[in-house]
């Protein structure tokens, strides 16, 4: 296994106890600001030193509280791009290279040829004299990532690398991303809150929640099946209820659960957990209804509270008849298609069926 973490470290707001294996292979770790994604890349860099644990890389250990060792950063050839890419502000472009080559490469003739093939590389030829200050936002993450690269690093970690920008250059930088970690080729570790950047970059995820990593599991996975409630809302679900399991089961050989905030029981077709704590669905997942249904499970009666228009849909949200709508799961979140919701109510405070699918309820429980 080219990198194995298992460290512990004492932090104001709470205890980072995480523990992971990653292949050759662009490993996510996705979880909310403050989780302690930011920290586990600097326990591994060596910026920051663990309180306990073990760190391996490519069978060397980069650190092992046992046993004592405890490589300096210089030593570890990690490459981590920062958040705010970290360049020296008062230094051209093509000093900031040449600072990168520096502790490896003594003859300045063989630096300055290699620091011309990466400004070629990296499109940034022609600006070779500019300072940090003179580069747009992209133009400034791909110095960052020629220099990292230039020190031909074991192991890449990049930290929220789309954070500081607009929609436009995020997507435009994630397509010029994708062929840079393709011909890396080895292990990265990508950091993000963003399920859009982990879902489009990489293999397989770790969520993050509270200092504490999930097992990794393969991305798709996760989206189609997340296990817990913060891996679930990750993944961008919507609706959400506290869940217990109902005693009867169905002859169809489903399971029967209760939604607590929405008031209702409902039938799943996906094995439900002694230990479920939560529901999901997704908005797709959920549909309005006019006529009677010869089958009546999963149908309710909601009113609506609120009509938003999006560019390419209604968000409509509901509360269901039954359930508690001040609690923090008691409304859903409807997508409608605007020629669809042309057929059904306009106004709020009317109330209208809906469906949920079965097959695409999502059990969950609390926490890792």
Request: proline share 5%.
């Amino acid at each position: 296994m080219p990198l194995y973490v298992d460290i512990e470290k004492k932090l104001k707001d709470f205890c980072l106890r995480t523990k992971f294996e990653a292949e050759q292979e662009v490993m996510g770790i996705l979880g909310a600001s403050g989780c302690g994604k930011s920290v586990t890349l600097k326990c591994i860099a060596g910026i920051i030193k663990p309180d306990r644990g073990r760190i391996v890389l490519n069978g060397t250990t980069l650190f092992d509280s046992e046993k004592n060792i405890n490589l300096v950063p210089q030593k570890r050839h990690v490459g981590l791009l920062f958040q705010n890419y970290a360049l020296f502000p008062n230094m051209t472009v093509e000093k900031n290279l040449m600072a990168a080559l520096g502790p490896w490469e003594k003859d300045k003739k063989k630096a300055r040829v290699q620091v011309a093939e990466f400004m070629d590389r990296f499109y940034l030829t022609g600006m070779e004299k500019r300072r940090p200050s003179e580069l747009s936002g992209g133009q400034q993450q791909r110095v960052a990532l020629a220099r990292i690269l230039l020190t031909k690093p074991r192991l890449l970690m990049l930290d929220e690398p789309f954070s500081a920008l607009d929609g436009y250059l995020r997507w435009r930088l994630e397509l010029e991303m994708m062929d840079v970690l393709k011909e890396f080729g080895s292990t990265v570790l990508f950091v993000s809150h963003s399920r859009d950047e982990i879902y489009h970059l990489c293999r397989r995820v770790c969520v993050m929640e509270g200092g504490t990593c999930a097992p990794a599991v393969f991305v798709k996975s996760m989206f189609e099946n997340p296990k817990t409630l913060a891996a679930c809302q990750l993944s961008g679900c919507k609706n959400y209820s506290a869940a217990k399991p109902e005693p009867k089961e169905s002859q169809e050989g489903g399971t029967w659960v209760f939604a607590c905030d929405w008031g209702v029981k409902l039938y799943c077709k996906h094995p439900v957990p002694k230990n479920i704590t939560h529901i999901g669905v997704r908005s797709h997942a959920i549909h309005v209804i006019s006529g009677e249904r010869e089958d009546r499970k999963n149908v309710m009666e909601c009113q609506i509270r609120r009509v938003v228009e999006d560019v390419s849909y209604m968000v409509v949200m509901v509360s269901p008849l039954h359930g508690d709508s001040w609690k923090d799961g008691g409304q859903l979140r409807l997508e409608l298609p605007k020629e669809q919701w042309e057929d059904y109510a306009r106004q709020e405070g009317k109330v209208i069926r809906i469906f949920i699918d079965p097959d695409h309820i999502m059990p969950l429980v609390s926490s890792i």
